[in-house]
């Protein structure tokens, strides 16, 4: 009889351990993590209209957060990112928080670029909705101002496969490197 009850507690204290561990591993399967922010800088270029100079100076973004560098060349940050849509839909681009090692107000813009329909080989500017005054470029600055937020969003419709190019440029201020942040959904 002692073994019998002694064999019915081991058994039972097995099964409640094993729930417990199952109810600690799903509480913790639920709790949501942050998402990876991605660090990269940006190689530096004036605007272009051709894409081979925007696919080799470009570099690559995907849907996801990321802090973008640009660092200084005669006082200006210029440089493009590359995105291919992986699939046919709305994407919503957000620029914010721009950043420099001055106190100084700065202000600049995202231009949104995609390959002409009449020649592959070239790139012009496209039209993105947002709220900034112009239709084709997204303006954010350092501080706000009536016509300057610090953050904007954009949406465009692309089809599967093809490339948006993002036109960084920022100007006027005398730090070594600007940075902003880039969200693509």
Same mark, same amino acid.
């Given at each position: 009889?002692?073994?019998?009850?002694?064999?019915?507690?081991?058994c039972s204290a097995l099964v409640l351990m094993s729930l417990a561990l199952v109810m600690a591993l799903s509480?913790?399967? !639920?709790? =949501?993590?942050?998402?990876?922010?991605?660090?990269?800088?940006?190689?530096?270029?004036?605007?272009?209209? *051709? *894409? /081979? @100079?925007?696919?080799?100076? +470009?570099?690559? @973004?995907?849907? $996801?957060? %990321?802090?973008?560098?640009?660092n200084n060349k005669k006082n200006t940050y210029e440089g493009y990112a590359k995105f291919?849509?992986?699939?046919?839909?709305? %994407?919503?681009?957000?620029? !914010?928080?721009?950043?420099?090692?001055?106190? @100084?107000?700065?202000? $600049? +813009? @995202? +231009?949104?670029?995609?390959?002409?329909? &009449?020649?592959?080989?070239?790139?012009?500017?496209?039209?993105?909705?947002?709220?900034? =005054?112009?239709?084709?470029?997204?303006?954010? /600055?350092? &501080?706000?101002? /009536?016509?300057? =937020? *610090?953050?904007?969003? $954009?949406?465009?419709?692309?089809?599967?496969?093809?490339?948006?190019?993002? %036109?960084?440029?920022?100007? $006027?201020?005398?730090?070594?490197?600007?940075?902003?942040?880039?969200?693509?959904?």
């Amino acid at each position: 009889m002692r073994f019998r009850n002694r064999h019915f507690i081991s058994c039972s204290a097995l099964v409640l351990m094993s729930l417990a561990l199952v109810m600690a591993l799903s509480l913790l399967s !639920s709790i =949501p993590t942050q998402a990876k922010t991605n660090r990269i800088t940006l190689k530096h270029q004036t605007a272009t209209s *051709t *894409t /081979s @100079v925007a696919n080799r100076k +470009s570099t690559r @973004v995907n849907v $996801g957060s %990321y802090i973008i560098t640009m660092n200084n060349k005669k006082n200006t940050y210029e440089g493009y990112a590359k995105f291919i849509a992986p699939e046919a839909r709305t %994407y919503y681009i957000t620029i !914010s928080n721009l950043k420099t090692n001055t106190k @100084v107000f700065s202000t $600049g +813009s @995202v +231009s949104t670029m995609k390959a002409t329909k &009449q020649n592959k080989k070239m790139i012009s500017f496209t039209n993105i909705v947002s709220s900034s =005054p112009n239709r084709n470029r997204m303006w954010i /600055s350092t &501080q706000k101002q /009536s016509d300057r =937020p *610090t953050s904007c969003t $954009g949406r465009i419709t692309l089809k599967k496969g093809e490339a948006l190019y993002l %036109y960084f440029s920022f100007s $006027g201020f005398a730090s070594k490197k600007a940075t902003t942040k880039l969200v693509i959904k």
